[in-house]
């Protein structure tokens, strides 16, 4: 099977030497040169007409009761996108592992002649898109490649993880083939000779739980890079996951807290064991600890404020090892959730009180630790929202009810840690297999009455209706058009209308306030 796979692999490679669209490069030629001294700039991109042959094939492809607007450069890559996508989808790597999935990402890029950079935050990939225009912004967008520690179970399809215990249970897969393939049409001669400024495609590792996006950073991804890349700084940063609880042809796009922060904990519990039957001189850690869970599940009922969202979740207990012996340590994993800081400070707190008064009532020693990395909420800016909307509504012209802006999740995601960066947005786009099931059909994120059946992110069973694919294309073409069709505009006060926003997520500072928050052995 190893060399099955390694075949499969060229995949990419195969697709990377894309026909280059409609667009013949002697046209491209004549309006460049054309073009240069005195440029009229268009005030808006519009997205190009679609012939009525391929617009009739396309409106058969979603069969939706309003317009969708995929334009024809977009709509010729669907086989490749699709094929893309399956490749991914059948070799999964698991964070920090995404060795080969980084590689191909690299040589694809490379086919399209852009400037590419390896190793980046550790596994990741970054690679520029320069316009013909060096005086517009440098718009970065983000795609994640890990995939998860979960065995597939979808038989029915032929492009199944290969590998056992690993599969693309969250979508990243769908994330790599749509930037892929924003990047392979971008670079097309008729696109990139409209472009004000630079694309930085991020192809970032371990999304799921390792912070992969904070690596990224570290390692200078929103930086001006002077040699290899010959970038100036990401002014903006975008980025889309598929959402599976919303059906297809739904986005949500909202301002402000789209997903929640996240930490996870481990408190260990110690007492003093002894014989089950006599428990005078011992401090029995199964009666500490089952008190221990209880009162930290009053924190969110009884001390956060009525109007604030917040989750503290015990996931796992250990404790003891036979019936007739008194144990002496156990321990409790789980996670918190919460929208803004204070609430987070607030649940440190509480479990920091509440570990205490464990140990004064039981005669035990309690200590907390934070595991891993903890992810800020993912906070949108709402100038950047209204241009993913605006990109949205090009794609879906006669359709307002398309763009969801009051959903929000209690996931997390490491975007966050871009948009405490740079201004920018993340947004949701329905990828929902739209199926009729019996005693386990949902009622979808969108509000709508229907219930059916959800394949849920994380699941063995996760699926995506493919058809997000070219709906996350499209978007994200608009987008970056209307965003690089003009100069950067020097006293863009996009920064200043969302001050408030930035001060709110600039404040976290996820490791000192876990540091200071820590218990320590003496305590
Ligand atoms: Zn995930
Ligand atoms: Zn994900």
Known sequence: SKSKA????????????????????????????????????????????????????????????YPIHITKDVFDTKADLIKLRRYFHANPELSWQEVQTAKNIAS??????????????????????HGAHSDGECIALRADMDALPIQEENPHIKYQSRKANVSHACGHDCHMAILLTVARILSGPK?????????????????????????????????????QLNCPAVDQVYGLHVWSYLKLGKIVAKSGALMAGSAHFEIRVRGVGGHGAEPKGTSDTVLAITQLCIQLHSIVSRNLSATDCGVVTVGTMRVGAAPNVIAEDGSVTGTIRFLNTAVFE???????????????????????????IPYPPTVNHAKNVQYVTDAVHKVFPANENVVVSNLTTMAAEDFSFYLNERPGCYFFVGCGVDEYEGDDAKNMDDGDDKKVKIYAHHTP???????????????????????????????????????????????????????????????
Request: charged residues 25%.
């Open 6 to 65: 390694s075949t499969s692999s060229s995949t990419p490679s195969k697709a990377s030497a894309p026909p280059k669209t409609s667009s013949p490069s002697k046209a491209a030629a004549t309006v460049v040169s054309s073009s240069r001294p005195t440029e009229s700039v268009p005030a808006h991109y519009e997205p190009e007409k679609v012939p009525m042959d391929v617009r009739q094939e396309i409106e058969k492809l979603f069969h939706t009761s």
């Open 108 to 129: 694809y890029c490379e086919s399209l002649g852009l400037a590419t950079k390896k190793n980046v935050g550790r596994t990741g990939v970054v690679a520029v898109l």
């Open 191 to 227: 696109y990139v000779r409209q472009l004000h400024g630079c694309v930085k495609l991020i192809f970032q590792p371990a999304e799921e739980g390792g912070g992969g996006a904070k690596f990224m950073i570290d390692d200078g991804v929103l930086d001006a890079d002077d040699s």
């Open 346 to 372: 607030l649940i440190q707190q509480r479990i920091q009180s509440i570990c205490r008064g464990i140990e004064l009532s039981f005669g035990v020693t309690v200590n907390v630790e934070y595991r891993s």
């Open 461 to 523: 069973t996760f699926r995506v209706d493919e058809r997000c694919l070219l709906i996350g294309v499209q978007i994200m073409v608009n987008l970056v058009m209307e965003l690089l069709s003009k100069p950067k505009q020097v006293n863009n006060t996009a920064q200043n209308e969302d001050a408030t926003d930035m001060i709110q997520i600039n404040d976290f500072k996820p490791n000192e306030q876990i540091e200071d928050k820590m218990i320590g052995n003496d305590s």
